[in-house]
């Protein structure tokens, strides 16, 4: 069985900082292109950042600088670094293998099934909030 599970989503003041992890199962990570994702309230899905299997990276233009994707191969985990948190950043954040670049004007759940993305997690929450 195929799981992808986030966690390190909470509560975080402005201009905080904040990991998430997203540990993978059940299909062979280190050869997946691996993404996360987020949902804000009342917003489209955006891609946040993703993590081919040689480590090359890719960024939103808006997180650049505030965010890092890594990756280690020996622990199946995907992490997102998240730093100086600002409250647009609140959001349910998802992890998925296999991520698509192209823009779709619906949630999460939606573009994962239209693009045929196999493999994605709950998504965990994270509020910033002073």
């Known amino acids: 069985e195929v799981q992808l599970v986030e966690s390190g989503g909470g509560l975080v003041q402005p201009g905080g900082s904040l990991r998430l992890s997203c540990t993978a199962s059940?299909?062979?990570?280190?050869?997946?292109?691996m993404g996360w994702y987020r949902q804000a309230p009342g917003s489209w899905c955006e891609l946040v950042a993703t993590?081919?299997?040689?480590?090359?990276?890719h960024y939103a233009e808006s997180l650049e600088g505030r965010v890092t994707i890594s990756r280690d191969n020996a622990k199946n985990t995907v992490y997102l670094q998240m730093s100086n948190l600002k409250p647009d950043d609140t959001a349910v954040y998802y992890c998925?293998?296999?991520?698509?670049?192209?823009?779709?004007?619906?949630?999460?759940?939606?573009?994962?099934?239209?693009?045929?993305?196999?493999?994605w997690g709950k998504g965990t929450l994270v509020t910033i909030s002073a």
């Open positions: 998925a293998a296999d991520p698509r670049y192209a823009d779709y004007a619906g949630t999460c759940l939606e573009r994962f099934r239209y693009y045929g993305m196999n493999y």
């Open positions: 059940g299909f062979t990570f280190d050869d997946s292109d």
């Open positions: 993590i081919n299997p040689d480590g090359s990276t």
